[in-house]
């Protein structure tokens, strides 16, 4: 298990951008899969993206496709999600999640994943 930290949520205008900063509290974050889930109000939390542990391969939730990216500075021990052209849809509470074991090429489901942090509320609002 390792602690995560999320920051960066906040208020946006649709259209606009905001990136997630995902702190982990290990050094020997490279051997960590990372993924980004949101759960909107009354909603299941659901995928977002994921990226392997060198940061090579990413896969992300046809919904935010070309739209978000996600990265990781390992040396920093710390992943992104920069989130642009923002919609509406895109409110909910955006989850940082990482597990050693989980295979980045189907690991799609909470359960892959074994350690999460707080969370942070993202707004999409004019």
């Known amino acids: 298990q390792v602690q995560l930290v999320e920051s960066g949520g906040g208020l946006v205008q649709p259209g606009g951008s905001l990136r997630l900063s995902c702190a982990a509290s290990t050094r020997t974050f490279s051997n960590y899969a990372v993924g980004w889930f949101r759960q909107a109000p009354g909603k299941e939390r659901e995928f977002v993206a994921v990226?392997?542990?060198?940061?090579?391969?990413?896969s992300y939730a046809d919904s935010v496709k070309d739209r978000f990216r996600i990265s990781r500075e390992n040396a920093k021990n710390t992943a992104y999600l920069q989130m642009d052209s923002q919609k509406p849809e895109d409110t909910a509470v955006y989850y940082c999640?990482?597990?050693?074991?989980?295979?980045?090429?189907?690991?799609?489901?909470?359960?892959?994943?074994?350690?999460w942090g707080q969370g942070t509320q993202v707004t999409v609002s004019s």
């Open positions: 999640a990482a597990d050693r074991r989980a295979m980045p090429t189907t690991a799609r489901a909470p359960s892959d994943f074994g350690s």
């Open positions: 990226i392997s542990r060198s940061g090579v391969f990413t």
